[in-house]
């Protein structure tokens, strides 16, 4: 065997960043027990507290928490008083991790992962197979995870901001407009929509039972459901009722057929109908996609995304890291020809079409 010698610098350095990836990875367990138990919730607002004080609010047992606080001082999501031997959670950090109506909420993302390393043999599956994987076999933790996240991060932008960025949009829905939500899920943006603009009725479509079930409840929670239908189907089963507003809220890229799927969505437009196309923020070319972002994305992409677009026929896989040019040339394909991006964040893009 070549013996190639190692560049000990570049080594440490490596090594310290794989060990923190790791450590981050036994922290993101921390979290998510510190969500589901309350324990943020608990700390939120209170001032210092000792150990036995967070866990008399908890309602948990005092050693488990003391080790749990043990690894919040670690990581610096919890301040430490050593003298006093109290603990305190900053009010910012407390938006991230604890209250449950704050755009920036975090803990619920944490389920995602939880469900990709349960569902860890079936993405060996299939990337020996090539076989792709449906969203809808995937551990239940998946679809509450991507549903709570997704309901606050749009919460805080999809009436106040992309709408807005629309051209011309928000008058049509106030003076009352059909709206189509292609993948709804859970249907949180279909709600939310719903409930910022009462002349307006609107139809949510996608291809996961369950997770249409959960939307007609949320509806009906929310006092909507008047105005809101959802329905099992796929992009392609889209029915061509004539849309002021049609929308993709991070779904086209998990599509096997994106091109079919915004070629039907044009013959379901009204005149002058718009689409607003919600993806993953990404640059068009790899290299720019560096980052904890692009990092979340492409991993993300490579289980659930690409391969539930492998499992409905995989005819264009584009996965989450798509990036402008790929989905402009998806539209223009379908026949679209007006194409702008209309708003953007660090997470999203947010594109405008138009036949």
Same mark, same amino acid.
């Given at each position: 065997m070549?013996?190639?010698a190692?560049?000990?610098?570049k080594?440490?350095?490596?090594?310290?960043r794989a060990?923190?990836?790791?450590?981050?990875?036994y922290?993101?367990?921390?979290?998510?027990?510190g969500?589901?138990l309350?324990l943020?919730?608990?700390?939120?607002g209170a001032?210092?507290?000792?150990?036995?004080?967070l866990?008399?609010?908890?309602?948990?047992?005092?050693?488990?928490v003391?080790?749990?606080?043990g690894?919040?001082?670690a990581?610096?999501?919890?301040?430490?008083?050593?003298?006093?031997?109290?603990?305190?959670?900053?009010?910012?950090?407390?938006?991230?991790?604890?209250?449950p109506?704050?755009?920036?909420l975090?803990t619920?993302?944490?389920?995602?992962?939880?469900?990709?390393?349960?569902?860890?043999?079936?993405?060996?599956?299939?990337?020996?197979t090539?076989?792709?994987?449906?969203?809808g076999?995937?551990?239940e933790r998946?679809?509450?995870?991507?549903?709570?996240?997704?309901?606050n991060?749009?919460?805080?932008?999809?009436?106040?901001?992309?709408?807005?960025?629309?051209d011309?949009?928000v008058?049509?829905?106030?003076?009352?407009?059909?709206?189509a939500d292609?993948?709804?899920?859970?249907?949180h943006?279909?709600?939310?929509?719903?409930?910022?603009f009462?002349?307006s009725t609107?139809?949510?479509?996608?291809?996961?039972?369950?997770?249409?079930?959960a939307?007609i409840?949320?509806?009906?929670a929310?006092g909507?459901?008047?105005r809101?239908?959802?329905?099992?189907?796929?992009?392609?089963?889209?029915?061509?009722?004539?849309?002021?507003?049609? !929308?993709?809220?991070? @779904?086209?890229?998990?599509? $096997?057929?994106? *091109?079919?799927? %915004?070629?039907?969505a044009?013959?379901? #437009? /009204?005149?002058?109908?718009?689409?607003?196309?919600?993806?993953?923020?990404?640059?068009?070319?790899?290299?720019?996609?560096?980052?904890?972002?692009?990092?979340l994305?492409?991993?993300a992409s490579?289980?659930? !995304?690409?391969?539930h @677009?492998?499992?409905?026929? $995989?005819?264009? *896989?584009?996965g %989450?890291q798509?990036?402008?040019a790929r #989905? /402009?040339?998806?539209?223009a394909?379908?026949?679209?020809?007006?194409?702008?991006?209309a708003?953007?964040?660090p997470?999203?893009?947010?594109?405008?079409?138009?036949a």
């Open positions: 070549t013996t190639i190692l560049n000990e610098d080594l440490q350095a490596f090594l310290d060990f923190t990836d790791l450590a981050a990875s922290g993101g367990v921390m979290v998510s027990l969500d589901k309350g943020y919730r608990a700390l939120a001032g210092p507290l000792t150990s036995a004080e866990a008399e609010r908890a309602g948990c047992a005092e050693r488990y003391r080790e749990w606080l690894s919040q001082v990581a610096a999501y919890v301040e430490y008083d050593s003298a006093a031997e109290t603990y305190e959670l900053p009010p910012e950090h407390a938006a991230v991790l604890a209250d109506d704050s755009p920036m975090l619920p993302a944490y389920n995602v992962p939880a469900s990709m390393w349960i569902d860890e043999d079936r993405a060996v599956q299939a990337f020996r090539g076989e792709g994987v449906p969203w076999v995937h551990d998946l679809f509450c995870g991507v549903a709570a996240f997704y309901q991060a749009y919460a805080g932008s999809l009436v106040p901001q992309w709408l807005p960025a629309l011309g949009v008058e049509q829905l106030e003076r009352g407009a059909k709206v292609v993948g709804c899920g859970h249907g943006s279909t709600v939310l929509m719903a409930e910022a009462p002349n609107f139809f949510g479509i996608d291809p996961h039972e369950a997770s249409i079930e939307a409840e949320n509806a009906e929310a909507v459901a008047d809101v239908t959802f329905s099992v189907g796929t992009a392609v089963d889209l029915p061509e009722q004539g849309f002021d507003l049609i !929308c993709f809220f991070d @779904a086209l890229h998990d599509m $096997g057929d994106p *091109v079919g799927a %915004a070629r039907q044009r013959s379901a #437009l /009204a005149d002058g109908g718009t689409v607003m196309l919600v993806e993953p923020y990404a640059a068009d070319s790899l290299e720019d996609n560096e980052g904890p972002i692009g990092r994305y492409y991993s490579t289980t659930l !995304c690409c391969a @677009a492998v499992s409905e026929g $995989g005819h264009n *896989v584009l %989450a798509a990036g402008e #989905l /402009a040339d998806v539209f394909e379908a026949g679209f020809t007006h194409w702008r991006r708003e953007q964040t997470f999203n893009l947010v594109l405008e079409a138009r």
